[in-house]
Every structure is written in structure tokens, then in C-alpha cells.
């Protein structure tokens, strides 16, 4: 299994970056993704999830700014990031679990079973 996590970079606040994450060695219909965030000294936050049907939940601190959206065909999930904050500053992981039957969402990093290795965003202002 693997997640590959690209994209990052630094940008100046109100500005756009797109993060790509392209999945491989498990059925990528199968899985709900998510991307999270950790900022130094703080711990792992929840971003954004998709399911395979295109439905999407964000966090209040970026609902509005960030559409996360996926190619099936590609087995690879996207994070659109616009009007770029200092705040948004942070290492970006994308994360992939099974789709629940109830068709729940997932906010937790333990609920998450796989993962790929993070790239930096950073913002100036």
C-alpha cells in the first residue's frame, strides 16, 4: 500500500496551492480519504474526507477555502487550498479506511489505517 503526497510548497497568504495524493495497492473505490494536518508543536488535525461517490466534509477552519476532490479513474485524491492563511501553515498527510456501511464520516487519525509521508505547506503573510 502506499499514499504519495505531493504538492506543497510556500506560498504568500491569499494565495492557492493544489496537493495531489495518489493511492496504490488497495482497492481505491473501497476506501473513504481524507487529508489532515499537523503544525509544529501541535497534533494531527482532520481536514477533509471524500467518499468514493464525490460527497465531501471539511473542517470549519477551512470550509469555504479548500475543496478536496477525486479522479477514480486516477486513484488520486486532490486538495484545492485557496485564500491561503498563515495558519494553514502545516506538514498536509493523506489518509485512506474503509467506507463505513452506514456511510459515517471518519474525523479521527486513529480511524485512518493508511497513510502517506506529509508534504509541507507554508504560508507567509
Known amino acids: 500500500v502506499q499514499l504519495q503526497a505531493c504538492g506543497g510548497g510556500l506560498v504568500q497568504a491569499g494565495g492557492s496551492l493544489r496537493l495531489s495524493c495518489a493511492a496504490s495497492g488497495f482497492t481505491f473505490s473501497w476506501y473513504l480519504m481524507g487529508w489532515f494536518r499537523q503544525a509544529p508543536g501541535t497534533e494531527r488535525r482532520f481536514v477533509a474526507a471524500?467518499?468514493?461517490?464525490?460527497?465531501?466534509y471539511y473542517a470549519d477552519s477551512v470550509k469555504g477555502r479548500f475543496a478536496m476532490s477525486r479522479d477514480n479513474a486516477k486513484n488520486t485524491v486532490y486538495l484545492q487550498m485557496n485564500s491561503l492563511k498563515p495558519e494553514d501553515t502545516a506538514v498536509y498527510s493523506c489518509?485512506?479506511?474503509?467506507?463505513?456501511?452506514?456511510?459515517?464520516?471518519?474525523?479521527?487519525?486513529?480511524?485512518?489505517?493508511?497513510w502517506g509521508q506529509g508534504t509541507l505547506v507554508t504560508v507567509s503573510s
Open positions: 489518509a485512506a479506511r474503509r467506507n463505513a456501511y452506514d456511510g459515517r464520516w471518519y474525523f479521527q487519525e486513529n480511524e485512518y489505517v493508511y
Open positions: 471524500i467518499k468514493w461517490s464525490g460527497d465531501t
